[in-house]
Nanobody, 122 residues
């Protein structure tokens, strides 16, 4: 059974940084694409970032390019999302996602974690 457990969320001031982690189990992590989505209150879940199994290629939503960085450690079965220059509009529940192919992740058809809350105050 696939399990994705997010951590690292919290309250931060605008302009600050947070690093989210997602620990994965029950899947062949080193051959699985991983990603992050977010859902703000009253809005649909949206794609944030994705990374191929090898870490060789990454993908980002335009709204976070240049501020967020996705990375992975296949030895630890963990994917990270480094968030810098946080804005109030980044406030959301952030979800980890996994899929056999990166397109599976980006289109939201993979497995999901339970989410971690990120709140950015002004």
């Amino acid at each position: 059974q696939v399990q994705l457990v997010e951590s690292g969320g919290g309250l931060v001031q605008a302009g600050g940084s947070l690093r989210l982690s997602c620990a994965a189990s029950g899947l062949p992590f080193s051959s699985t694409a991983m990603g992050w989505f977010r859902q703000a209150p009253g809005k649909e879940r949206e794609f944030v970032a994705a990374i191929m199994w090898s870490g060789g290629r990454t993908y980002y939503a335009d709204s976070v390019k240049g501020r967020f960085t996705i990375s992975r450690d296949n030895a630890k079965n963990t994917v990270y999302l480094q968030m810098n220059g946080l804005k109030r509009e980044d406030t959301a529940v952030y979800y980890c996602a996994a899929g056999r192919f990166v397109d599976t992740v980006i289109t939201g058809l993979g497995s999901w974690g339970q989410g971690t809350q990120v709140t950015v105050s002004s």
